[in-house]
């Protein structure tokens, strides 16, 4: 089966299944729908990696008051280093975080995503997801401040 980027003729709908062999019915959707619905899953995951990545942060800054007095602060195996980073740059903490956010919600729905029976729409909806979640961090990273003092 030919991928078409023509929404016009989108396979979605009722087709044999591959995995029982032909006696049963799956429903599939359209790659366009797929990208769509992968996108927001992504979304929320890299929202929700990165909000438990600054309430860990903030977290670790206030039961660890210390942090506060160090003057620099070596990265290699050092747990505290993003915490320290939290307090002193929080641009650069913003940019590493994205970095990190981004990074493993793309791993970890791809281990989902390939763990699936996924035909051809599943995996271009993931890629097309994938690809549309970059520029959203990118717009996350640079917007971070003004976001956070609306929110906030």
């Known amino acids: 089966m ?6 016009g003729r989108s396979f979605e709908g009722y087709v044999t299944c591959r995995t029982c062999d032909g006696s049963g019915k799956a429903y599939t959707f359209s790659s366009v729908s797929v990208a769509v619905i992968y996108f927001i899953i992504f979304v929320f995951g890299f ?3 990165f909000a438990l990545a600054y309430f860990f942060s903030a977290f670790r800054l206030e039961a660890n008051p210390w942090v506060k007095d160090v003057e620099e602060m070596q990265f290699l195996f050092n747990p ?10 929080r641009k650069t903490w913003v940019k590493w975080n994205t970095v990190i956010s981004l990074i493993f919600t793309l ?25 549309l979640t970059i520029p ?3 717009a996350w ?12």
Do not use: C, P, R
């Open 107 to 131: 791993l970890l729905l791809a281990v989902f995503v390939l763990s699936l029976n996924a035909n051809q729409d599943t995996l271009v909806g993931w890629l097309i997801g994938a690809a």
């Open 47 to 49: 929202l929700a990696v």
């Open 136 to 138: 959203f961090a990118v």
């Open 141 to 152: 990273y640079q917007n971070f401040e003004s976001l956070f003092d609306f929110l906030m």
């Open 2 to 7: 030919w991928y078409d980027f023509d929404v």
């Open 80 to 89: 505290m280093y993003f915490s320290w980073l939290f307090y002193v740059d």
